[in-house]
């Protein structure tokens, strides 16, 4: 499955990122680190789907998505669009994205950031906060329960919110017994990269009223959007709906409608 084959190229890729940094010196570096702008509240608004808008430039279904791809630029017009959260992929190989990319991108916007990633490691954790992420991405079919644990625990104490995110329901039970906060639910089947609403509609049902709910993938309309706001999502994850746009913020306009 593709999910292996990325956690084995992560494993050996957080190798050679704790080579050119060990985890001490980033730790020192950390001291002097920003307060986490509020990716939650800014999810839960009232009678508002929330929209993070993802900087993604390929992946691995599609191959490359934006081929004239500029990540400042990118969030220039996400900002000016006023959404409510950037994602920043940064996997760099399937994804061909880049740690520099979060950098630079937390130096011109004030949204807050989420770092799309593979985390398997309290190394990334640390690197995600000193790369400038508000939020971190938890994906529950990759990690145990107690991973998911001790990973919020660490996030929590360098001020980092996270984004756990289920497929099913075995791993939507893993999550919440994990006392996850904000939930993700992936629309994409991860063995066939189908994506389908349903998956959002199916497992809502099984989630407690106080959590946030973000529907991630798959939403490429208006129509889409509504459907799940009438379901009672706070919030959605777009990438390539927006990617594929010559003008995104034309396109982000169209999907709020
Ligand atoms: O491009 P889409 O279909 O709008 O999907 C965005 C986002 O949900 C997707 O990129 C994603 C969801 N979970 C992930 C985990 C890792 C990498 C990427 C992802």
Known sequence: ??????????????????????????MEELSCIHPPRNFKKLLSKENQLAIIAEIKKASPSKGVIRENFDPVEIAVCYEESKVEAVSVLTEDKFFQGNNA????????T???????????????????????????????????????VDFQKIAQEVGLYCLLEVHNAEELEKVLEAEGEIIGINNRNLKTFKTTLKTTEKLMT????????????????????????????????????????????????????
Not at 123 to 146: E, M, N, W
Not at 228 to 251: C, H, S, T, W, Y
């Open 1 to 26: 499955m593709i999910l292996d084959k990325i956690v084995d190229y992560k494993k050996k890729r957080v190798e050679e990122e704790k080579q050119q940094l060990p985890l001490g010196k980033l």
């Open 101 to 108: 990319y979060l950098k630079q991108v937390r130096s011109i």
């Open 110 to 148: 004030s949204c807050p950031l989420l770092r799309k990633d593979f985390i398997i490691e309290d190394y990334q954790i640390y690197q995600s906060k000193l790369l400038g992420a508000d939020a971190i991405l938890l994906i529950a079919a990759i990690l145990t329960k107690q991973q998911l």
């Open 206 to 257: 099984s989630i407690p009223k106080d959590k946030v709910i973000v529907s991630e993938s798959g939403i490429h309309t208006r129509q889409d959007m509504k459907f799940l706001q009438a379901l009672g999502v706070n919030a959605v994850l777009i990438g390539e709906g927006f990617m594929v746009a010559d003008d995104i913020g034309k396109k982000i306009r169209e999907f709020r409608g």
